[in-house]
């Protein structure tokens, strides 16, 4: 049955050309950009605007509407990583190579995203701009295997060893992804819990936290369309000597 499974997946994956990812890719960059823009619009106006101001951070807590979304997506994004290396490990498969290093260049700026907002609210909720906190530590960590990610991928003249050694890299990398998400249970931070994501339910007023779900979408949205616009580039750089990729 597991042999069975696995042949299947072989074979699904292996219909995925370059050629047709190219033009399912183009096919899906407007809609990722209209959801973008609208989500993303709609819910930072509600959320600068409308949404009340927080009982104990004031107006400060509005960088949440950028530093939430931006948090979720560095760790989605990183699993979007490890999956993708996974399957180019296992069936070679070139465009999840092209779809891993897409979504690490993503998936770095969004940490580094994360890390400024951060910085930025920790400021004048905690007085400083920077702690060692376990939850800020491991997403600083995170950043760094981003960069090696990246770093590496484009370390050797060959793509595709140097996809193979980033998708290694990935694969062992991806152990820090449960240490972010838990370490606010694990270990006495001074991040905060989960308000959102929670099994009860959200600790947070629905004028909070609608814009938040907005922003988050929208967020996401980017986070697609900035990824097949990576990937269908370094596609056709790739694939450039080929006979479909001569004609567009």
């Not at 979304?69 to 070679?92: D, E, G, N, Q, R």
Request: hydrophobic residues 50%; glycine residues 4%; proline residues 4%.
């Amino acid at each position: 049955m597991k042999y069975k499974l696995l042949t299947m997946f072989k074979l699904l994956f292996e219909k995925i050309s370059p050629k047709k990812f190219y033009y399912f890719a183009t096919s899906l960059i407007p809609w990722a950009f209209i959801f973008a823009l609208f989500f993303i619009i709609y819910g930072l106006y509600l959320g600068l605007f409308r949404a009340p101001s927080d009982y104990q951070q004031g107006d400060a807590f509005r960088i949440m509407y950028v530093h939430v979304p931006s948090a979720w997506l560095s760790l989605f994004a990183y699993t979007s990583v490890f999956v993708c290396s996974l399957i180019s490990i296992i069936w070679k498969i070139k465009v999840f190579e092209i779809l891993s290093i897409s979504s690490a260049k993503v998936g770095a700026m969004f940490t580094f995203l994360t890390l400024v907002t951060g910085a930025i609210w920790g400021k004048p909720m905690w007085g400083t701009w920077w702690v060692w906190d376990a939850r800020l530590t491991s997403e600083l960590i995170l950043f760094f295997i981003y960069l090696s990610i990246i770093f590496l991928y484009y370390s050797y003249d060959d793509y595709r060893k140097g996809a193979r050694a980033s998708n290694i890299l990935a694969i062992v990398g991806f152990i820090n992804i449960p240490i972010i998400h838990f370490s606010v249970e694990w270990w006495n931070t001074l991040h905060q819990g989960p308000s959102v994501m929670k099994f009860s339910s959200p600790s947070i007023s629905s004028e909070m936290l609608y814009p938040l779900i907005y922003t988050t979408i929208g967020f996401t949205s980017y986070f697609i369309l900035a990824v097949l616009l990576s990937s269908r580039n370094t596609l056709l750089m790739r694939e450039k000597n080929s006979s479909w990729a001569k004609l567009i």
